[in-house]
Antibody, heavy 126, light 108 residues
């Protein structure tokens, strides 16, 4: 079964760029028409979708973060990445990567995130 | 953005209780509504999609209902492993997908 694992620095200084990678194992990113998403969760708070990338490199970003977000994919390494620039303390959160799963029935297509990585805590502090 | 509001924010219940959590969308999302369960220190796990379709492997004591703007997640008989935080998510529009703030289910 497909598994995801986030990796990257756990501490980033204010104004710098947060960089994370998600490695996909147990299957090829190219098999199936999947988008791959990043989601974050500040401590004690709700979930925020950051954006997603397709294996072609096509992206969709949350408008609230769009100015600072870049996502990319490297299918040869079975990895996709997140860069968030000009970080502040409010970007401190657990960052998750996840696969967009889709099922279409009776003319409607439903999407959900599954599976997820275990999450990685990124703290923004000097 | 479509705002998702869950109620209550937290609740205390006993094993065997029937528990209902509500999620309200700020506009009509038809039935593009997911429910996730999250345990401390873990990633969320999908329970329900399309408002009422149970994900494979999820116990039948979980059920979902609703359409339009009002949705509910019901646990018919709360089990010890169900104590967790539950999140709703709308996928009606990708710009952006949004989650509720979560409902924490605690042991009474």
């Amino acid at each position: 079964q497909v598994q995801l694992q986030e990796s990257g620095p756990g501490l980033v200084k204010p104004s710098q760029t947060l960089s994370l990678t998600c490695t996909v194992s147990g299957g090829s990113m190219n098999s199936g028409n999947y988008y791959w998403s990043w989601i974050r969760q500040p401590a004690g708070k709700g979930l925020e979708w950051i954006g997603r990338v397709y294996t072609s490199g096509s992206t969709n970003y949350n408008p609230s973060l769009k100015r600072r977000v870049t996502m990319s994919v490297d299918t040869s390494k079975n990895q996709f990445s997140l860069k968030l620039s000009s970080v502040t303390a409010s970007d401190t959160a657990v960052y998750y990567c996840a696969r967009d799963s889709v099922e279409c029935t009776a003319g409607s297509c439903y999407l959900w995130f599954d599976p997820w990585g275990q999450g990685t805590l990124v703290t923004v502090s000097s | 953005d479509i705002q998702m509001t869950q109620s209550p924010s937290s609740l205390s219940a006993s094993v065997g209780d029937r528990v209902t959590i509500t999620c309200r969308a700020s506009q009509n999302i038809i039935n593009y509504l997911n429910w996730y369960q999250q345990k401390p220190g873990k990633a969320p796990k999908i329970l329900m999609y399309g408002a009422s379709s149970l994900q494979s492997g999820v116990p039948s004591r979980f059920s979902g209902s609703g359409s339009g703007t009002d949705f509910t997640l019901t646990i018919s008989s709360l089990q010890p492993e169900d104590f967790a935080t539950y999140h709703c998510q709308q996928t009606y529009t990708t710009s952006p997908w949004t989650f509720g703030q979560g409902t924490r289910v605690e042991i009474k």
